[in-house]
């Protein structure tokens, strides 16, 4: 359906122009995907081929940066495959030879992106691409500094989890909610559209490791008075590779928390 | 004398500033959303929660000899647990609420699993090797 728009604001500039200038944005903007890997060979391929199939349906230029960082299941054998199916000007590799974090991997990916916008996921399957033009056309809508996908509100869920880790997520997040109220409703997730130079410096800011890393990201973006646009988005557990939700990351994340409460 | 005159002047000036341009005014507008935004979290609470802390106290211990009637103290003294217990029910009712509508996306699982099988097999054909 997207096509079509193009086509016809190419047809009809009028129109377009009065629309907002769709067609000089499709044409200027060109959106970075993040996706840091740890042992993601049977997601990676997968992942790949929804963005790519997603992207040529809404006609939006972008690319794709894998940051891996020496995954020991060849997840960078199977991503440099994908760069000779895709080209290498869609899919673009900047691994790191050890294990160095969540956090440090997003830093590492935008010194690369060339793209004005920065798309950060997870490369797991529990984000799915099918929402990013949704993110895409929300941030034009509202001309937002970042837009984050939520699974608390709106048509927004989950797949895949069990009473006991919807009741933590649930409580986690009132409890965050209410301790720091920071104008967003789901901050630990991690599927969100940046402007490159919003993110730049909120990165730049941004102390903690981890999980609370994306909590941190909301909190600066609050305290820098940054627009923040929401998308529901369902999180479908990963199917594939291991998850590691334990009793450890819930310390992490109220240390995190407590630690955002008292110094922001 | 001399200090008279001093005491004076600076009563002078203060009305001065007062009338004059509004300068306080325009001072106070501008520090305290400085203030109020600058502060941490923390200090926001702890600032609020002395506040209702210092209005409870007026009230239950009558420190300021308002000679209010007794029932205001009645109704102020167990206001802190009244509040704590309204605050705890609040927050179970809102998240139980919310577990128990927590969305569960059968389709999008649905979705994807058929997205994936479709993957496999595309990919395959282009040449990809797992
Ligand atoms: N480059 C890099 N990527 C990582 C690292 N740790 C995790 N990742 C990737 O970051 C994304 C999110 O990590 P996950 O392991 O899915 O963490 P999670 O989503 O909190 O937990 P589960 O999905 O339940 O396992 C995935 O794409 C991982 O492959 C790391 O140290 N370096
Ligand atoms: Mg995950």
């Known amino acids: ?264 | 004398m001399s200090h008279h005159t001093f005491r004076h002047r600076g009563v002078i000036k203060v009305r001065c500033l007062f009338e004059s341009g509004g300068f306080c005014h325009s001072y106070f507008t501008l520090l305290c959303p400085i203030i109020l935004c600058t502060m941490t979290k923390l200090l926001e609470w702890v600032f609020g929660v002395s506040l209702i802390g210092i209005a409870w106290g007026l009230v239950t211990f009558d420190l300021l000899d308002l000679q209010l009637p007794p029932q205001y103290k009645d109704v102020a003294w167990p206001m802190p647990i009244y509040l704590l217990v309204v605050f705890g029910c609040y927050s179970l009712a809102t998240v139980g609420y919310r577990v128990a509508t927590f969305n569960d996306c059968e389709d999008a699982a649905k979705e994807l699993q058929a997205q994936i099988k479709e993957a496999k097999g595309e990919l395959k054909k282009k040449g990809l090797k797992m």
């Not at chain 1, 907002?20 to 944005?25: E, P, S």
């Not at chain 1, 020496?70 to 790191?96: F, H, M, N, V, W």
């Not at chain 1, 291991?242 to 995190?256: C, M, Q």
């Open chain 1, 1 to 264: 359906m997207q096509h079509f728009r193009c086509l016809y604001d190419v047809e009809d500039a009028n129109m377009a122009s009065r629309r907002g200038n769709t067609k000089t944005h499709l044409q200027s903007d060109k959106y970075s995907v993040l996706l840091p890997t740890y042992n993601e060979r049977e997601n990676l391929p997968l992942i790949v081929w929804l963005l790519v199939k997603y992207f040529g349906e809404s006609g939006y230029n972008y690319e794709i940066i894998v940051i891996d960082d020496g995954s020991p299941d060849g997840t960078l054998q199977i991503a440099e495959q994908l760069q000779k199916i895709y080209g290498s000007d869609k899919i673009i590799l900047r691994p790191r030879a050890q294990k160095l974090g969540l956090g440090t991997a997003y830093i590492h990916g935008v010194k690369h992106a060339t793209g004005n916008f920065v798309i950060i996921m997870d490369a797991d399957l529990s984000h799915h691409p099918k929402f990013i033009p949704q993110f895409i056309e929300k941030q034009k809508e509202g001309g937002y500094d970042l837009v984050s996908g939520t699974r608390y509100s709106g048509d927004g869920g989950v797949y895949g989890w069990d009473l006991r880790r919807k009741l933590i997520s649930r409580g986690a997040n009132f409890v965050t909610q209410v301790l720091l109220r920071p104008g967003a409703s789901d901050l630990t997730g991690s599927f969100r559209l940046y402007k490159k130079e919003v993110l730049e410096k909120l990165v730049e800011r941004c102390v903690s490791k981890g999980y609370v890393f994306q909590m941190e990201m909301i909190v600066r973006a609050r305290q820098l008075d940054c627009t923040i646009g929401e998308v529901p988005i369902s999180f479908v557990d990963r199917v594939y590779g291991e998850s590691k939700l334990g009793g450890n990351e819930i310390v992490s994340f109220l240390k995190g928390l407590l630690t955002l409460f008292a110094t922001t």
